[in-house]
């Protein structure tokens, strides 16, 4: 049975460089999704939302597999920061609003999604019951890839929100978007390697 990565077939939206912005239009994706606000380092419901999404990512898998004979590899953590930017550049967590999502293929079927998310609910019932479906298409983007501690993306964002946008007449249309290719478990800060992406239209 096949394993499909989607990392590995959309390298332009999940391998972006370093060194500068790019450009990149984003699809209509489906996610499963929970929603908070707080410290991410501190706040238990955040803890709490994140178990919760991979067990129900994992549950989903595990149900694709054994129902409809398709595997694949279980996207990486996401994150939608709705507070204002400055929040984040002054590093604020306090007040950050966050909507904690992972992709999930677009072939699962509403019978799958539901057994998945009772799984969850055995697993983690402190979140479970906060667990949405969504769709999200977000277009146009400018996205760069950040290595580093996740406190030291603040200049980046400074940059990408006082410069970048303004010399390239773009503003932003939608929440600042983070999407985490490491695991903070196992890979020390300096090495963390986390996709800053900012929806965007012309000014």
Same mark, same amino acid.
């Given at each position: 049975?096949?394993?499909?990565?989607?990392?590995?077939?959309?390298?332009?939206?999940?391998?972006?460089?370093?060194?500068?912005?790019?450009?990149?239009?984003?699809?209509?994706?489906?996610?499963?999704?929970?929603?908070?606000?707080?410290?991410?380092?501190?706040?238990?419901?955040?803890?709490?939302?994140?178990?919760?999404?991979?067990?129900?990512?994992?549950?989903?898998?595990?149900?694709?597999?054994?129902?409809?004979?398709?595997?694949?590899?279980?996207?990486?953590?996401?994150?939608?920061?709705?507070?204002?930017?400055?929040?984040?550049?002054?590093?604020?967590?306090?007040?950050?609003?966050?909507?904690?999502?992972?992709?999930?293929?677009?072939? +699962? #079927? $509403?019978?799958?999604?539901? &057994?998945?998310?009772? /799984?969850?609910?055995?697993?983690?019932? %402190?979140?479970?019951? =906060?667990?949405?479906?969504?769709? +999200? #298409? $977000?277009?146009?983007?400018? &996205?760069?890839?950040? /290595?580093?501690?996740?406190?030291?993306? %603040?200049?980046?964002? =400074?940059?990408?929100?006082?410069?970048?946008?303004?010399?390239?007449?773009?503003?932003?249309?939608?929440?600042?978007?983070?999407?985490?290719?490491?695991?903070?478990?196992?890979?020390?800060?300096?090495?963390?390697?986390?996709?800053?992406?900012?929806?965007?239209?012309?000014?």
């Amino acid at each position: 049975m096949e394993k499909v990565d989607f990392r590995a077939q959309q390298k332009d939206l999940y391998a972006p460089g370093s060194a500068t912005f790019s450009v990149v239009d984003v699809p209509g994706f489906e996610f499963f999704a929970v929603e908070g606000r707080g410290d991410p380092n501190s706040s238990a419901d955040y803890a709490d939302a994140v178990a919760a999404l991979y067990a129900v990512s994992y549950a989903a898998k595990f149900a694709s597999k054994r129902v409809l004979e398709r595997d694949y590899v279980v996207p990486p953590l996401e994150g939608l920061w709705t507070s204002p930017p400055a929040s984040f550049v002054d590093r604020r967590k306090s007040d950050w609003s966050w909507t904690m999502l992972i992709r999930q293929p677009g072939w +699962l #079927t $509403e019978e799958v999604r539901a &057994q998945a998310v009772e /799984v969850a609910r055995s697993k983690q019932p %402190a979140a479970a019951g =906060a667990l949405r479906f969504v769709e +999200l #298409t $977000e277009g146009t983007c400018v &996205q760069i890839l950040h /290595v580093g501690s996740y406190d030291d993306e %603040a200049p980046t964002i =400074a940059r990408l929100h006082d410069e970048f946008l303004p010399e390239n007449g773009l503003v932003e249309n939608g929440p600042h978007h983070e999407i985490y290719l490491s695991d903070p478990r196992k890979v020390e800060p300096r090495k963390l390697k986390t996709i800053l992406r900012q929806p965007v239209r012309a000014a």
